[in-house]
Every structure is written in structure tokens, then in C-alpha cells.
């Protein structure tokens, strides 16, 4: 997808989403299809479906998704600390990512610009 611009997109989700929906889906099924993992990315697109499902909110699926990313990045180290040996002694990685946040004030009303 090289000629991505996410304004249109950001649109045509707010003005159509049923339109946004089955575009994305059409986009989704493209690259999955153009794939030499067809099989790995259908599994991946049914399980990121389904956390988006049992989310019920926009905010809510970005954190499903993103702790599902997490998960998957944690197996991933510990695959390669595996590999390299326990004693690997080169990296500072930790087997637990550490989770801080600054909360921030979000702004509830929406004020157009002039």
C-alpha cells in the first residue's frame, strides 16, 4: 500500500464508516493474499479481529492490540535469549518490559479552529 494517506482515510472514517470498514477489510485481504504467509496472517487477522470485537470501544481495542503486540514481543526475547544463552552478558534487555506512564490532561470538548 505506497500511496497510504491517512487524512483520506480519517475521513472517510468519520463520514462512511460501513465504507471505511469494507475498504480497510478489501486492503486487509490484499496483502494477506499477496503473501508467501497466507495461512500465519489469516490466523493473525482472525485473532486481531476478534480482540477488536470484544473491545467495544476505539480506546479500548487500541489497548487489546497493543498489550497482544507486547505479548508477542516479550515471546519474541525470550526466543532469543534462548538462543544466545542466559549468560549473554551484550544486552540490558529484561524478560519484562517496564511500564511507566505520564498521564496527561485530555482535552473532552472539541473547539474547532477559526
Known amino acids: 500500500m505506497d500511496n497510504f494517506d491517512f487524512d483520506t482515510w480519517a475521513m472517510l472514517a468519520r463520514t462512511a464508516p460501513d465504507d471505511f470498514e469494507q475498504r480497510r477489510r478489501a486492503v ?12 500465519r496472517l489469516r490466523g493473525l487477522q482472525w485473532r ?6 470484544r473491545a ?11 498489550t497482544l503486540m507486547w505479548d508477542a514481543f516479550i515471546d519474541l526475547n525470550n526466543s532469543w535469549k ?4 542466559k549468560d549473554c552478558k551484550s ?24
Open 28 to 39: 486487509i485481504e490484499s496483502q494477506i493474499s499477496s503473501s508467501d504467509n497466507v495461512r
Open 48 to 53: 486481531i479481529d476478534i480482540e477488536i470485537r
Open 56 to 66: 467495544h470501544t476505539p480506546l479500548k481495542s487500541c489497548l487489546r492490540l497493543s
Open 82 to 85: 534462548t538462543l544466545v544463552g
Open 91 to 114: 544486552t540490558n534487555v529484561s524478560s519484562q518490559p517496564t511500564r511507566s506512564a505520564k498521564v496527561i490532561h485530555l482535552v473532552t470538548e472539541y473547539k474547532p479552529r477559526k
